[in-house]
Each structure stands twice: as structure tokens, then as C-alpha cells.
T-cell receptor, first 114, second 115 residues
Framework: SQQGEEDPQALSIQEGENATMNCSYKTSINNLQWYRQNSGRGLVHLILIRSNEREKHSGRLRVTLDTSKKSSSLLITASRAADTASYFCATDAFGSGNTGKLIFGQGTTLQVKP | DTEVTQTPKHLVMGMTNKKSLKCEQHMGHRAMYWYKQKAKKPPELMFVYSYEKLSINESVPSRFSPECPNSSLLNLHLHALQPEDSALYLC??????????????FGPGTRLTVL
């Protein structure tokens, strides 16, 4: 079942600019996670935010979570060409009974032009 | 060691072949996962193993058969696959503590082509 919707589907920016990606979900969650995937490779975990947290930072990444709106955003500041990748949000749905099951959003493809 | 390894990197097989995908982690994680990912789509969960027992099967066809021989290894046995099964197969692992799961670590994937 599809849990997460991401917006925009594709984003193209210049190096040094900020990139913002949004994720919406449908059910209550334990946590929401963001992953990056370079073309045709495995996913890399970026950040996990729990349902009782509102904002989290990690280096150039800032994630917010609004459980009342069932939405999250990922901000990448001062982007670099190496940030070019697909970005996925994933929810560990509360109703899954803590099974570890993640449901991924459709992803945002980010291109950072040098 | 924070790496999940997968072999082979690429696999081409006919519809009558039997093959296996392998996944290994040495992070002491007790939860391991198989995902299937088609081009330009998100990963889709197939199976979850928790403490070497199958805990989730997402209604995957029986031509895919998972196996967890020990806490570090995860296999996916393939038999009589269809061309539409061609995809990137990703393995992941995560720590599990008292029913709470941490972030997942992914392997680089096996690119499977079924002819």
C-alpha cells in the first residue's frame, strides 16, 4: 500500500542553492526516515525523526515533522553536485505493530548543477 | 563494520533456472529485509526476518523463497521467475531492541534480469 507521497517529483537547482522536498503520509507513525539513493545503487539512511519530535538537524540536512498534517520536509542547504540523487521518505507505520516494516514514498529526484 | 554486502552484483537468468541471491552483515543486527525495486520506483518490501525467523511475507509469489541460515546471512532463492521479476533486489538490516527498530542499512543490490 502506498503511504508516502513526495513533492516535487523532480527538482533541479544550482550548486549552492537550498533544496526542499516534502513528504505526506496517511496513517499514524512511530517514526519517519529519509534515505538517499544514487542511481542504481543501494539506499543510504540520512535521518530518522520520531513521532514526538518536530525538527532534527544533521550537518546540512534539516528535517521537520508535522504529525497533525501528516507531513515532513527535508531541507538540504548549500547543495553540492554530489547531492544529486533520489531522495525517499519512509514511514514505520504505527499500525504495523513495530515490525520494522517501512513504506517508502515515491521519491524526489534532485539534480544539482555545478 | 557498517556494511551490508550482496552477491552477485548482476545476475541474468532464464525462466527455468534456479539461482540464489546472498546478503551478509556483521553489525549484529537481528532484523534483515529483502526489497524489490523497479526502475524509477521506490523499494517495495518483500520479506522481513527478525531473530532469524520470518516475520513478514508481503504476499510474495512462491517462486521467491527466503532463507536466513544465521543472524548474519540472508538468502533469496529464485526459481521459475518471470521477465517481470527483473529488478534491483536490495537487502537491508537493522538493529532491533525490545520490538523497536532503528534505521535500515542497505546493501548495493543485485541487478536481476530474467530472460
Amino acid at each position: 500500500s502506498q503511504q508516502g507521497e513526495e513533492d516535487p517529483q523532480a527538482l533541479s537547482i544550482q550548486e549552492g542553492e537550498n533544496a526542499t522536498m516534502n513528504c505526506s503520509y496517511k496513517t499514524s507513525i512511530n517514526n519517519l526516515q529519509w534515505y538517499r539513493q544514487n542511481s542504481g545503487r543501494g539506499l543510504v539512511h540520512l535521518i530518522l525523526i520520531r513521532s514526538n519530535e518536530r525538527e532534527k538537524h544533521s550537518g546540512r540536512l534539516r528535517v521537520t515533522l508535522d504529525t497533525s498534517k501528516k507531513s515532513s520536509s527535508l531541507l538540504i542547504t548549500a547543495s553540492r553536485a554530489a547531492d544529486t540523487a533520489s531522495y525517499f521518505c519512509a514511514t514505520d507505520a504505527f499500525g504495523s505493530g513495530n515490525t520494522g516494516k517501512l513504506i517508502f514514498g515515491q521519491g524526489t529526484t534532485l539534480q544539482v548543477k555545478p | 563494520d557498517t556494511e551490508v554486502t550482496q552477491t552477485p552484483k548482476h545476475l541474468v537468468m532464464g525462466m527455468t533456472n534456479k539461482k540464489s541471491l546472498k546478503c551478509e552483515q556483521h553489525m549484529g543486527h537481528r532484523a534483515m529485509y529483502w526489497y524489490k525495486q523497479k526502475a524509477k520506483k521506490p523499494p517495495e518490501l518483500m520479506f522481513v526476518y527478525s531473530y532469524e525467523k520470518l516475520s513478514i511475507n508481503e504476499s510474495v509469489p512462491s517462486r521467491f523463497s527466503p532463507e536466513c541460515p544465521n543472524s548474519s546471512l540472508l538468502n533469496l532463492h529464485l526459481h521459475a521467475l518471470q521477465p517481470e521479476d527483473s529488478a534491483l533486489y536490495l537487502c537491508a538490516s537493522s538493529q532491533e531492541t525490545s520490538g523497536s527498530y532503528d534505521e535500515q542499512f542497505f546493501g548495493p543490490g543485485t541487478r536481476l534480469t530474467v530472460l
